[in-house]
């Protein structure tokens, strides 16, 4: 089955989003606790596809030991992904570009990966400055790339963005489908 990757900083707000998309409120833990989830789990939504839920990065108060282990675990992941469509890469639409996150993306281009970006926690912001940071983004990512990834803007706390993002991959597997 396809299979699609989220991951972002630790508290970026993943396992709420994972929660939203699936429907199920006990699925993901949610924290406050940053670097809570440590393993890959998979689900299977729709019968047809599966989210990937890899380890947040990025967490500040980690040992330098345990930080090679989150790279060796993620490296290896992305290099057995036969099945992964595409990698959704978390931001939190609070802050200005984090260099962990554009380092990530980096790294995700010059390895292959196909990604899209997913703005959290757009509940925080008003509008206008939601505009203003997903154009920050825009433009560093321009100076790397041809073109600004796809994105979604969501809030799990407010059920923002879930219909997009699921009809996004829907359409993505029909494609391979017909493929
Ligand atoms: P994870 O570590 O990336 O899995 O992040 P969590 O899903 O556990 O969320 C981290 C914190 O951000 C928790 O306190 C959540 O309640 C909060 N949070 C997550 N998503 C949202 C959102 O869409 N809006 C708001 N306001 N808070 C959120």
Not at 22 to 33: D, E, I
Not at 46 to 51: G, I, R
Not at 120 to 147: C, G, M, Q
């Given at each position: 089955l396809p299979e699609y990757a989220f991951i972002g900083r630790s508290n970026v707000g993943k396992s709420s989003l994972i929660n939203m998309l699936t429907g199920r409120k006990s699925l993901a833990k949610t924290s406050?606790?940053?670097?809570?989830?440590?393993l890959i789990n998979h689900f299977l939504i729709n019968k047809n596809w599966h989210l990937v839920d890899l380890p947040g990065y990025?967490?500040?108060?980690?040992s330098k030991s345990s930080k090679k282990t989150f790279q060796k675990f993620i490296t290896q992941y992305f290099s057995f992904r036969?099945?992964?469509?595409t990698a959704f890469v978390l931001v939190d639409?609070?802050?200005?570009?984090?260099p962990i996150d554009l380092e990530f993306m980096q790294w995700l281009g010059e390895n292959g990966i196909p990604f899209s970006i997913i703005f959290t926690?757009?509940?925080?912001?008003k509008p206008s400055a939601i505009t203003r940071h997903v154009e920050d983004y825009r433009n560093i990512l321009l100076e790397f790339w041809e073109a600004m990834p796809n994105y979604f803007i969501t809030s799990s706390s407010k059920d923002i963005g879930k219909e997009e993002l699921l009809g996004y991959i829907d359409n993505l597997n029909a494609n391979m489908e017909l493929s």
């Amino acid at each position: 089955l396809p299979e699609y990757a989220f991951i972002g900083r630790s508290n970026v707000g993943k396992s709420s989003l994972i929660n939203m998309l699936t429907g199920r409120k006990s699925l993901a833990k949610t924290s406050g606790k940053p670097g809570k989830t440590q393993l890959i789990n998979h689900f299977l939504i729709n019968k047809n596809w599966h989210l990937v839920d890899l380890p947040g990065y990025g967490y500040a108060r980690v040992s330098k030991s345990s930080k090679k282990t989150f790279q060796k675990f993620i490296t290896q992941y992305f290099s057995f992904r036969e099945q992964l469509v595409t990698a959704f890469v978390l931001v939190d639409i609070r802050h200005k570009p984090q260099p962990i996150d554009l380092e990530f993306m980096q790294w995700l281009g010059e390895n292959g990966i196909p990604f899209s970006i997913i703005f959290t926690k757009a509940d925080k912001l008003k509008p206008s400055a939601i505009t203003r940071h997903v154009e920050d983004y825009r433009n560093i990512l321009l100076e790397f790339w041809e073109a600004m990834p796809n994105y979604f803007i969501t809030s799990s706390s407010k059920d923002i963005g879930k219909e997009e993002l699921l009809g996004y991959i829907d359409n993505l597997n029909a494609n391979m489908e017909l493929s």
